[in-house]
């Protein structure tokens, strides 16, 4: 098991749930103080591996509590029907392989999301190199996330 200090050291002292920074001086007991979340996908529950420690806001992670992470796309991105991020995110790091994660009404929506979602998972996942690739498609833009 790992010390805040060094699991928000590998985090840079940013929550992976919500992205925002963490205050490491802050009380653990402040709401938005540091915590750590142990994070356990199915595939490493099946065999049996430790759980991965990541940063989290003490309110973030007990809004959270031991259901699975719902990792929010950015309010002011124009997506249709987004993926869950997390559930993308385990089964392209598992697999490898492309997967459709939104749809956006033009181009430059597309690209917006394509942009936030490559910096938020250099964040979330940063063992797993992705890409994305923007399509059109019946009258809107698709948005496929690649894991290279």
Same mark, same amino acid.
């Given at each position: 098991?790992?010390?805040?200090?060094?699991? !928000?050291?590998?985090? +840079?002292? $940013?929550?992976?749930?919500?992205?925002?920074?963490?205050?490491?001086?802050?009380?653990?007991?402040?709401? #938005?103080?540091?915590?750590?979340?142990?994070?356990?996908?199915?595939?490493?529950?099946?065999? !049996?591996?430790?759980?991965?420690?990541?940063?989290?806001?003490?309110?973030?992670?007990?809004?959270? !509590?031991?259901v699975?992470?719902?990792?929010?796309?950015?309010?002011?991105?124009?997506?249709?029907?987004?993926?869950?991020?997390?559930?993308?995110v385990?089964?392209?790091? $598992?697999? !490898?392989?492309?997967?459709?994660?939104?749809?956006?009404? @033009?181009?430059?929506?597309?690209?917006?999301? @394509?942009?936030?979602?490559?910096?938020?998972?250099? #964040?979330?996942?940063?063992?797993?190199?992705?890409?994305?690739?923007?399509?059109? +498609? +019946? +009258?809107?833009?698709?948005?496929a996330?690649?894991? $290279?």
């Open positions: 098991m790992s010390t805040l200090q060094q699991v !928000g050291d590998k985090d +840079g002292w $940013r929550c992976w749930l919500c992205d925002e920074p963490v205050d490491p001086d802050m009380s653990v007991n402040d709401p #938005r103080g540091p915590s750590i979340d142990a994070v356990v996908t199915n595939a490493k529950a099946k065999k !049996g591996a430790p759980a991965q420690e990541r940063l989290a806001h003490r309110a973030c992670n007990t809004r959270k !509590g031991a699975k992470a719902v990792v929010p796309w950015r309010s002011d991105l124009f997506v249709v029907d987004p993926a869950p991020i997390v559930d993308a385990e089964r392209l790091s $598992r697999k !490898g392989g492309k997967e459709v994660v939104a749809r956006c009404p @033009s181009r430059d929506d597309a690209e917006q999301a @394509s942009e936030w979602l490559l910096d938020r998972l250099s #964040r979330l996942a940063p063992d797993t190199a992705f890409s994305t690739e923007v399509k059109p +498609g +019946g +009258g809107q833009f698709l948005l996330l690649v894991a $290279r």
